[in-house]
């Protein structure tokens, strides 16, 4: 799937091969995942979902199209403010129902708070990654003085498909790690490895061992990341909430993930080369990719603190009850991860982003 999506110039082919990885998991989750023993009750909260679902629409549509908008355009701020008076209402109604999606005692629990703020970052930093170094290693080296002259296929295999490989393999030893020393535990370490490898990107990516071997070092990070959040969310709420719970969770790495977008292509059109020969379009100079793998190391540097003190005390006494539910939680991070990689290629194919 990650070769076809990176050699075929029609973007469909990444969508659809999520589509296949959508429906591998929902037939492993209807085969293999045991029923719940714990049955609950209610009703659906359609009015929460509407609301909800507004919300986050009129959230990520300008984060994702505001630098084709312009993010000063009537657009952008007016989708923005849209957003804002959503969000009011979507508290409101959830306050006011009898049995509402998100129950907002739960929703700002300090340990789910947490998991959420670091959802957000994990999936900043993994965006971040993947788009700048796509767009990094497909620069021109004779017109821009760095980059690999990679094609889209060249980017794809060698240089992010080793950090999506060792992603997989990564998966079951965060879910071991949160087993035996705990979330909190997993979701430092996650910290540091990221960390460490935006800041070995932003120090040196002119080699080609260091733009791999530093993707490699995220792609760990990230998958330790994702084994922690849920174990954490699994520690902290109810039975019956903990579906919508670590469905939040999900939204926040994909919120963190649009906006990881926006930024590093925001960055990168900002800060262009001057002096280009005629008919080549806008480049993004060398320092806008070197200021995107700082943001990426700053974003990690913050999930450490929300692992050192956001996270500090228990999780709530069902911490015991978390092993097996976050080792899966852990395995199946990787395979998310390499079908972010190839959509990531597919888009990779116009690395020329002025505009």
Known sequence: GLLTSGSDADYRSAFWMATVFAVLALLAVVLLVPATRHKTGGRTDVLGALTLGATLLLLLLPISQGHEWGWTSGRTLGS????????????????KVREPLVDMR????????????????????MFANFLGV?????????????????????????????????????????????????????????????????????????????VIGAGVVVGAAVSFGYAAMPAVIMASVPHHQSGIANGI?????????????????????????EHLPAGVPPLPAESGFTLTFWIGAAAFALVAVIARVGLRGGHGPRAEETDGRATASAET???????GVAGVAGKGKEPALGG
């Open 80 to 95: 923005f403010a849209g957003a804002a008076v959503m969000t009011v209402v979507w508290v409101f109604t959830e306050l």
């Open 333 to 339: 991070a990787g395979t998310a991860e390499t079908a």
């Open 106 to 125: 739960m929703f700002v629990h300090r340990p789910v708070l947490m998991a959420n703020l670091a959802g957000v970052l994990v999936g900043f930093g």
């Open 249 to 273: 969770n999900s939204i926040s790495r994909s919120t963190g993930s649009a906006i990881g977008s926006a930024v590093v292509t925001t960055i990168l059109a900002s800060q262009t080369l």
């Open 134 to 210: 796509s767009y990094l290693v497909q620069m021109p080296g004779a017109v821009t003085g760095y980059g690999f002259d990679a094609s889209i296929l060249r980017a794809s295999v060698e240089f992010l498909l080793p950090g999506a490989i060792v992603s997989l393999l990564a998966s079951p030893v965060g879910g071991q790690l949160v087993r035996h020393r705990g979330p909190r535990t997993a979701l430092g370490l996650a910290a540091g490895l990221g960390a460490l490898g935006f800041a070995w990107l932003a120090l040196d990516h002119a080699h080609t061992a260091s």
